[in-house]
């Protein structure tokens, strides 16, 4: 069974993987003064009640004080067992062409990795990711990284505006009863489903024009944790993979330590 971690700036998600296949998963918070015991802890409690062995490790982190943590996290409770941190220098037999390639998140690039393992059908990719920032990444329809976009998260965009406007307050994020909404509650809820449905629908669109392809000519995928917010409302998403990057991983560390 493979420990697959991955270290977001808001949330951690955790799972253990059999082959490709998510057995179990979590989603904590992620908190960057949590020590290595700590976090060793917080694993434990979460696997009470699962008895399989865990024979790999796959990490990867965009928070560095955290990655520091978990790196000996790997050294302290896993050393029997291989672990890897995927970081710059690191296989994934994904070609970044960006400017400068050691600048992506490396979360991104196993997005990628696991996008064109599942729904590679010879055309390119496009994942949205919804997290502390939603996140475009385009995949060619050979395997190569080649850009993408990052826009304020959902969360995030809702946080600032609610701080910066004295009389907003926190709503719940569902589906008004209208577009034209008719109080205040409803008006949050409209601005947010819809604008950030249609940002994603406005910016999957050009994506795939510049592309030379047109939506029809592309696969489209959703991530992330607040995905399901506004997956009804996005026209341009067609899959829904929640474990997209806990499989990437598995790929990864495949890649890295083959059996």
Request: charged share 20%; net charge negative; glycine share 10%.
């Amino acid at each position: 069974m493979l420990l697959a971690i991955d270290v977001g700036n808001t949330e951690t998600v955790i799972g253990l993987l059999d082959g490709l296949e998510v057995r179990h998963h979590w989603r904590v918070a992620t908190v960057p003064s949590r020590t290595t015991d700590e976090f060793m802890a917080l694993l434990r409690g979460l696997f009470a009640g699962t008895d399989e062995p865990i024979d790999g490790v796959a990490i990867c982190s965009t928070v560095p004080v955290v990655q520091r943590q978990v790196r000996w996290l790997t050294e302290r409770y896993f050393a029997d067992v291989p672990a890897l941190l995927v970081e710059p220098g690191v296989k994934t037999g994904v070609p970044i062409l960006m400017d400068n390639p050691r600048e992506v998140g490396t979360d991104r690039i196993v997005n990628a990795l696991a996008a064109m393992h599942k729904y590679g059908t010879g055309r390119p990719c496009i994942i949205v990711d919804f997290g502390t920032a939603t996140t475009f990444d385009v995949v060619s329809a050979r395997g190569e990284y080649i850009g993408g976009a990052i826009a304020p998260g959902i969360d995030v965009s809702l946080e600032a505006l609610r701080n910066a406007a004295a009389q907003l307050r926190r709503v719940e994020l569902v589906r008004p009863r209208s577009v034209i909404a008719k109080n205040t509650v409803e008006a949050l809820q409209s601005g947010a489903l819809y604008g950030f449905s249609a940002q994603v629908d406005g910016i999957v669109t050009r994506m795939a024009a510049e592309l030379g392809v047109g939506i029809d000519g592309v696969t489209v995928i959703g991530t992330g944790g607040l995905a399901p917010l506004v997956l009804d409302e996005a026209a341009t998403i067609e899959f829904h993979e929640p474990w997209l990057t806990l499989m990437g991983l598995r790929l990864v560390f495949d890649r890295n330590h083959p059996a």
